[in-house]
Each structure stands twice: as C-alpha cells, then as structure tokens.
C-alpha cells in the first residue's frame, strides 16, 4: 500500500524551529518529486515548497524561502523540511505529498496524514 | 504568482443533481491545471491533473475540461460523499498555487 506518514509537529514559540519528516513507503521513493503543502485552520490549501526525486532541484513559496529548507535521504525513503524562524502565520497542518508522475510539483496524487504546526508563545 | 479564483464560493445542490464548478486563472496556465476534493479532517484526494486526466481510481461521474484561464469541473450526478470542498491547482508557473476553495453542500 502506498503510504506518506509525517512526524515532527508540535508547539513551538516564535523565531523557533522545527523539523518535519515524512516516511514513505508502498512505491519507489527516488523516482518521485515530492512537496510539502499547507493548511492554517479553516483555510485553503497552500503549496509550501518541492524537491526533485534525485534531491537536486528545490522549490519554495516566497512566503518561507529563506526559512525553510527540503530535504530528502533516498535510503531512508524519507523527506524533511527544517523550518526556521517560525511565525505565527506558520501554525497549520503540514502535508506531505507526491508528485503524481514524472516532472516537479505536477499534481499531488498521494498525501499523508498531516501534521499540525502550532507557532505560539 | 498565478492568482486562481474559483466560483461560486458555495454550491447547493441535492443528490443526483450536476455540480459545475469553475476556475479561472489569472494568466494562462495551458492545460496545467488540477483538481482536488477535501472532506473535513481529511487529506485532499487528487481527481483531476493536466486539466482533463482522470487520476486513478476516480470515478467517471468527475471530469475537467477548459484550457487557457478558464476551467471546469463536472460531477455528472452528485453522490452522497461528493459534498466537500473543491481546490483547483496550478503547475503552469512557480510558485504553485491553489484556489480558494468551492463547498459543494446538501441543498
């Protein structure tokens, strides 16, 4: 079965860091970009940055490039995303999700759990 | 960034009716365009990718058409669980962006 399974959410005070992970496993891990999208309470979607398959290419919103960074150990079959600098507008629940086919950041055709993000002092 | 605007913000419909749901882009995203539905406390689900693919397992009753700045979903005959809440997505350009939403709901 195909599975994302994101750990590493919590309470963190602002200009604080976290560090998400996401386990992948049912499907060959390397051979897909992957992304992190969003989601404050009772809002939209909003997409949060990519990685190529290989690791070697990145993307980030403008709202956290320079704060975030995507990561992904292909042995492992595992992404992260470092958040620094935490802001209250962080506070959501935080997916992972794969790419549905070749190419970056396409359609997201399976997403995990979530994992909630709470920015507060 | 490519601004989505989807409408209407809400849909009242009954079962068995036809939803149709729009997304208009701010500058043309080609056929680049996806559609997700996302039940409360749930993940989305991918039904649409490249404007018109059905994703798998999806039934026929959804399908996406348009091209440009200008896009649709149809659900042919509403189910009980196709109420939920509806994004489009855009992979056109960096930054990826969603729309704003449209609730299908019970009449």
């Known amino acids: 079965e195909v599975q994302l399974l994101e750990s590493g959410g919590g309470l963190v005070q602002p200009g604080g860091c976290l560090r998400l992970?996401?386990?992948?496993?049912?499907?060959?891990?390397?051979?897909?970009?992957m992304n992190w999208v969003r989601q404050a309470p009772g809002k939209g979607l909003e997409w949060v940055s990519a990685i190529s398959g290989s690791g070697g290419s990145t993307y980030y919103a403008d709202s956290v490039k320079g704060r975030f960074t995507i990561s992904r150990d292909n042995s492992k079959n595992t992404l992260y995303l470092q958040m620094n600098s935490l802001r209250a507008e962080d506070s959501a629940v935080y997916y992972c999700a794969k790419d549905v086919d070749s190419g970056v950041a396409k359609a997201f055709d399976i997403w995990g759990q979530g994992t909630m993000v709470t920015v507060s002092s | 960034e490519i601004v989505l605007t989807q409408s209407p913000a809400t849909l009242s419909l009954s079962p068995g009716e036809r939803a149709t749901l729009s997304c208009r882009a701010s500058q043309s995203v080609s056929s680049y365009l996806a559609w997700y539905q996302q039940k409360p406390g749930q993940a989305p689900r991918l039904l649409i990718y490249d404007a018109s693919n059905r994703a798998t397992g999806i039934p026929a009753r959804f399908s996406g058409s348009g091209s440009g700045t200008d896009f649709t979903l149809t659900i042919s005959s509403l189910e009980s669980e196709d109420f939920a809440v509806y994004y489009c997505q855009q992979r056109s350009n960096w930054p990826r962006t969603f729309g704003q939403g449209t609730k299908v709901e019970i009449k």
């Open positions: 992970s996401c386990a992948a496993s049912g499907f060959t891990f390397r051979s897909y970009a």
